[in-house]
Nanobody, 124 residues
Framework: QVQLAESGGGLVQAGDSLRLSCAAS????????MAWFRQAPGKEREFAAG????????VYPDSVKGRFTISRDNAKSTVYLQMNSLKPEDTALYYC?????????????????WGQGTQVTVSS
């Protein structure tokens, strides 16, 4: 059973940066495909970034490409999301997710394990 715990959220101004962390337990991180999703009030959960077993296997939606960077440290069982040039529309609850079958997917239904989320609020 994989357990995920996010941290690093907060209140920042537009243009600032934040780094989110996701600590995994219950099994080696190296066997999991990891992703970050986000959900704003009244909106559906959306894919923000994903990373495969290879650290070079990363996927981003157009909305964050060039601003967000996902990375993983298997030795520390931690996945990171570096967010630069933040915009008010990035405001959301950010979730870490893991799957052990298949590659990086932008569909929330493909991920079995989820954290509780960390809030990111970007003021204008």
């Amino acid at each position: 059973q994989v357990q995920l715990a996010e941290s690093g959220g907060g209140l920042v101004q537009a243009g600032d940066s934040l780094r989110l962390s996701c600590a995994a337990s219950g099994g080696p991180l190296s066997t999991s495909v990891m992703a970050w999703f986000r959900q704003a009030p009244g909106k559906e959960r959306e894919f923000a970034a994903g990373i495969g077993w290879s650290v070079s296997d990363t996927v981003y939606p157009d909305s964050v490409k060039g601003r967000f960077t996902i990375s993983r440290d298997n030795a520390k069982s931690t996945v990171y999301l570096q967010m630069n040039s933040l915009k008010p529309e990035d405001t959301a609850l950010y979730y870490c997710a893991a799957r052990k079958d298949g590659g990086v997917s932008g569909q929330a239904r493909d991920y079995r394990y989820w954290g509780q989320g960390t809030q990111v609020t970007v003021s204008s």
